[in-house]
């Protein structure tokens, strides 16, 4: 089976991210050049009648603000900015940019959430709110479906499922993740689909999205797998990732309209409701949680992401999906601390002839120490 090492690559779509800006703002300052951002939809265009009919489809069904909200949302909306986060974040960008100079043609999307410190639940972000390809990042989001959907009834973890999440989330395979896909949504591969039937399709993968979207997670599309790109991208799956009325998705040359994509501020969110207990039940919280554990003595990749940073602190702990793709270096994850205190880090690293490098660690490392650690023992 295959692994996610330095080198992992994830071949979802196979072309390169693009990148824009989606969701509410937040302000930031930054410490790097912003390169030129695409459109998540790609270039905007009049709709024929057809075109808008579909749309008006496939367009997520409008959630009303009322008692029959998701309890998950009054806590993301308790999510704060904060200028004394905002102002270790950037510092610690500052340092570590000045002393690589791979890193410094890199784009970098950062989003930082303290969970208990000042005026938490505190936010900082640099670039959190462009989306980009997230390569495998968006595993730990299928992860956390998988187990609300038990929690609803909808499946049931048996031990074969058991065990293509575990190859799909600590062995980083695709082909568990499609597997994954298909048991979560009932959208299976295959080839092109007539309008009816690809309609119906399409209704099936947006399946993760519209549950995202009832928690009140916003920036993040996630309605494919992963691919290898050795011949496992079926007629549909090509259909759908072309097809450029799916709103939300990342638009790319070679004729990808629909790519998968994610920002930094989306995923930190849904990490926040896992880490607070607010997306899950206890038990598939505490289950969700140990499959995304990470020590870098058993996946030695990890020395370079977030465990291997915060894992240099005693008596803290990380839990994590990292991603590589071509350009694309990753990782998002929850750290915590003995004594109970926790924040969130999410990582986008895009840099056109790859970065490798130990920016991630350093981040975390720096940031566990100065937000986790007792007064005193850490960075201030």
């Known amino acids: 089976m295959a692994t996610e090492g330095p080198y992992r690559q994830d071949a979802s779509g196979g072309v390169g991210p693009a990148r824009a800006r989606v ?3 937040v302000a930031s300052r930054s410490v790097l050049p912003r390169g030129l951002h695409a459109l998540c939809g790609g270039r905007r265009r009049r709709p024929s009648l057809a ?3 579909l749309l008006a489809l ?8 009322g008692p029959a909200e998701h309890p998950a949302r009054e806590y993301l909306e308790s999510i704060s900015p904060s200028e004394r986060l905002q102002a ?3 510092r610690e960008l500052a340092e570590l940019t000045a002393g690589d100079a791979e890193l410094r043609t890199a784009r970098m999307r950062v989003a930082l959430i303290d969970l208990d410190g000042p005026g938490a639940p505190a936010l900082a972000h640099h670039n959190g709110d462009l989306c980009g390809y997230p390569a495998s990042v968006v595993k730990l989001v299928y992860l956390m479906a998988a187990y609300h959907w038990q929690e609803e009834g909808r499946l049931r973890i048996d031990p074969e499922l ?3 999440l575990r190859a799909m989330v600590h062995d980083s395979s695709n082909r568990a993740t499609q597997q994954v896909l298909v048991r979560l949504t009932g959208a299976r591969p295959g080839p092109d689909l007539p309008e009816p039937a690809y309609r119906e399709f399409v209704e099936q993968r947006l399946a993760v999205k519209r549950w995202l979207g009832e928690l009140g997670v916003e920036g993040l599309h996630c309605v494919h797998p992963t691919y290898d790109g050795e011949g496992d991208i079926s007629g549909r799956e090509l259909q759908f990732l072309r097809d450029g009325r799916v709103p939300g998705g990342l638009s790319t040359p070679g004729g990808f309209a ?5 920002t930094a501020l989306g995923t930190a969110r849904l990490l926040a409701l896992l880490a607070a207990g607010r997306a899950l039940g206890p038990e598939a919280t505490r289950r969700v949680r140990e499959q995304l554990r990470r020590d870098p003595a058993d996946q030695p990749y990890q020395a370079r992401r977030i465990a291997g940073g915060a894992l240099r602190h005693p008596g803290v702990r990380a839990e994590s999906k990292s991603g590589t793709w071509g350009p694309i270096f990753a990782d998002a994850g929850i750290v915590t601390h003995q004594s109970g205190r926790q924040l969130v880090l999410v990582v986008f690293l895009e840099r056109d002839s790859g970065y490798h490098g130990p920016f991630i660690a350093e981040l975390a490392d ?3 120490a100065a937000l986790l650690l007792p007064e005193g023992s850490g960075r201030q």
């Open 366 to 368: 720096r940031l566990t």
């Open 88 to 90: 270790i974040l950037d």
């Open 58 to 65: 496939l367009a997520p069904a409008p959630v009303f603000a």
């Open 162 to 164: 058991e065990r293509l």
């Open 258 to 262: 629909n790519r998968q994509s994610m």
């Open 23 to 25: 969701g509410r703002r």
């Open 51 to 53: 075109a808008a009919l």
